[in-house]
């Protein structure tokens, strides 16, 4: 099975900054990874698929990178609907089946 | 434009059987570019995905739970539907359901999600 680790659980970053946050696999996975955006009380949103192709109406400031076991999703100004819970998800081994990374928390600081 | 829409009990007696249904709008289940999926997310922890199913009836199960499970599609309806048996605390969640894009039988990411629906088990 394939573990995702995603880092830092919690990222503190001002208004107007950029957030880096990373995804690592535990196995080569391609680019068969997608990141998502979940706010308090919604469903989760997709950003990212490809590790690197932004959804439809996924503002440019979000950018994905990354192949094989490393991967990076970029915001590269953050506004305030921004602050959020982001997911990443590999879809290269199937089955077993779809696994996530634990969620890194990005907050104001 | 699709729409996902859980519905199901909110609230499961332990032991019982947990069975909520996803009705899918604007769209048909019946297309072969995409799959059916339910997650689901205990009370301030991460997503855990539950099993896929193919337009065709397919299944893929989370093997964590695979005993414990049925996913199957009505596409007379155009629904899907989740059923989990011999359910305990643990299986409190927030349950989603969602489309997966599919390639050439290839299960990729999921791109529309329903809102979720909160399930409680308790007595």
């Known amino acids: 099975e394939i573990v995702l680790t995603q880092s830092p659980a919690i990222l503190s970053v001002s208004p107007g900054e950029r957030a880096t946050l990373s995804c690592r696999a535990s196995?080569?996975?391609?680019?068969?990874l997608a990141w998502y955006q979940q706010k308090p009380g919604q469903a989760p949103r997709l950003l990212i698929y490809?590790?690197?192709t932004r959804a439809t109406g996924i503002p440019a400031r979000f950018s994905g990178s990354g192949s094989g076991t490393e991967f990076t999703l970029t915001i590269s100004s953050l506004q305030s609907e921004d602050f959020a819970v982001y997911y990443c998800?590999?879809?290269?081994?199937?089955?077993?089946?779809?696994?996530f990374g634990q969620g890194t928390k990005v907050e104001i600081k | 434009q699709l729409q996902l829409q859980e519905s199901g009990p909110g609230l499961v007696k332990p032991s019982e059987t947990l069975s909520l249904t996803c009705i899918v709008s604007?769209?048909?289940?019946?297309?072969?570019?995409?799959?059916w999926v339910w997650i689901r997310q205990p009370p301030g922890k991460g997503l855990e995905w539950i099993g896929s199913?193919?337009?065709?009836?397919?299944?893929y199960y989370n093997p964590s739970l695979k005993s414990r499970i049925t996913i199957s599609v009505d596409t007379s309806k155009n629904q899907f539907s989740l059923r989990l048996s011999s359910v305990t605390a643990a299986d409190t969640a927030v349950y989603f359901c969602?489309?997966?894009?599919?390639?050439?039988?290839?299960?990729?990411?999921?791109?529309?999600w329903g809102e979720g629906t909160t399930v409680t088990v308790s007595s």
């Open positions: 604007g769209g048909s289940i019946r297309s072969s570019d995409y799959s």
């Open positions: 196995q080569s996975i391609s680019n068969n």
């Open positions: 998800h590999q879809y290269n081994n199937w089955p077993p089946g779809a696994t």
């Open positions: 490809g590790a690197s």
């Open positions: 969602a489309r997966h894009v599919t390639v050439f039988g290839v299960l990729y990411y999921m791109d529309v």
């Open positions: 199913i193919f337009h065709s009836g397919s299944t």
